[in-house]
């Protein structure tokens, strides 16, 4: 079963405006790790916020944030003030124990395609 | 200071070949994972290494797939008797530890195209 779910294959927004882009998860473990990273065409992966499932306060980052609703296991990445160089791949990836050691496996979801439109 | 490096950036090898890919991580990061990556998808995680051991290796597809770490620092993944399949973006990543708030580093990846 898909651990991570991207329900948005393509997303486009306008200069300037923000953009959420959807992340659903699924887990039993109490204790995870939320991340976004951006790929961008060059292919590398480039971290941009992490929420801790006990984190009381929902993580920001400069121009991105991240709308955590733990109870719906949503971490939805709000991104403010588009750029052109926004234009990339957004993955969502959660952090979980796995089954031989702990918080040691990070599992990604499929990955939205935001275009930033001038 | 310097990121995670992979080499080769590409390679292509023929079916049934032999191929190496090397990460070497950041300075001082005892973690160390191995990911595959087909286009349009995510991630898919293969290998993670803690310190020069191999902690979770069960992402690896088959047992042509192995890698290895043996100094705690530059890894090496190997894939014997390639298959067209392989063909994917190889990724390695590093983390300073191994807790629930670790951030993985990414190199650029490795394309393998196997012919």
């Known amino acids: 079963a898909q651990k991570i779910t991207q329900t948005q294959p393509g997303m486009f927004v306008q200069e300037k405006e923000a953009v959420t882009l959807d992340c659903t998860y699924d887990?039993?473990?109490?204790?995870?790790?939320l991340f976004w990273y951006k790929q961008p065409s060059s292919g590398e992966m480039i971290f941009l916020i992490y929420?801790?499932?006990?984190?009381?306060q929902n993580a920001t980052e400069g121009r991105y944030s991240l709308n955590f609703q733990k109870a719906r296991k949503s971490a939805n990445l709000v991104i403010s003030a588009s750029q052109l160089g926004d234009s990339a791949m957004y993955f969502c990836?959660?952090?979980?124990?796995?089954?031989?050691?702990?918080?040691?496996?990070?599992?990604f979801g499929p990955g939205t395609s935001l275009s930033v439109i001038p | 200071g310097a990121g995670v490096s992979q080499t080769p950036s590409n390679k292509v090898t023929e079916k049934g070949k032999y191929v190496e890919l090397r990460c070497d991580p950041i300075?001082?990061?005892?973690?160390l994972y191995w990911y595959r990556q087909s286009l349009g998808q995510g991630p898919e995680f293969l290998i993670y290494?803690?310190?020069?051991?191999?902690?979770?290796d069960s992402g690896l597809p088959n047992d042509r797939f192995f890698a290895v770490r043996p100094e705690g620092s530059v890894s090496t993944l190997k894939i014997q008797r390639t298959e067209r399949g392989d063909s994917a973006v190889y990724l390695c990543?590093?983390?300073?530890?191994?807790?629930?708030?670790?951030?993985?580093?990414f190199g650029p990846g490795t394309r393998l195209l196997v012919l």
């Open positions: 990543a590093s983390s300073l530890g191994r807790g629930r708030k670790e951030t993985q580093y």
């Open positions: 887990t039993s473990d109490p204790s995870y790790g």
């Open positions: 290494f803690q310190g020069t051991g191999a902690a979770d």
């Open positions: 929420q801790g499932s006990y984190d009381q």
């Open positions: 300075s001082g990061h005892t973690a």
């Open positions: 990836a959660m952090r979980e124990a796995s089954k031989k050691t702990s918080y040691d496996k990070v599992i």
